[in-house]
């Protein structure tokens, strides 16, 4: 007994404590990595669906460089700053043409094709 009259603490309860506490700790812990989790998560499907919406702009404006004639794609030949996108245009044969599109900011890449666009100036009638 202590000198105050009370019952000193036994080894079990003491033992009980410390559990407490290693459980509080590891409760801690794996409750601050599901938080981190959850906050990369978050940042994931973010950042998918900005790609996404940069795609889809990179398809409008594709679909309208596909409208162009032979001449147009030659007059825009190499490098095109559009809002949030950047066109990379080269002719890599006579009337063929890499089209290159990448987002305004990372520079990484979205779409590329390659269009046949025959040069009708110069076709004959028959």
Known sequence: MHPDGRARPTRREG???LEVVVGLTILAVAGSAFV???AQSAESVRAFRRREAETLQAGAALERITLWSHTE???HAGTIA???LTVRISEIA???YAIAMT???DRVALLR???YAPDTSRATLR
């Open 73 to 75: 794609l030659a007059a």
């Open 94 to 96: 006579p009337s063929l």
């Open 15 to 17: 033992a009980a404590l």
């Open 103 to 105: 987002d305004g900011v």
């Open 113 to 115: 094709t390659v269009l």
């Open 82 to 84: 559009l809002p949030g």
């Open 36 to 38: 981190a989790l959850l």
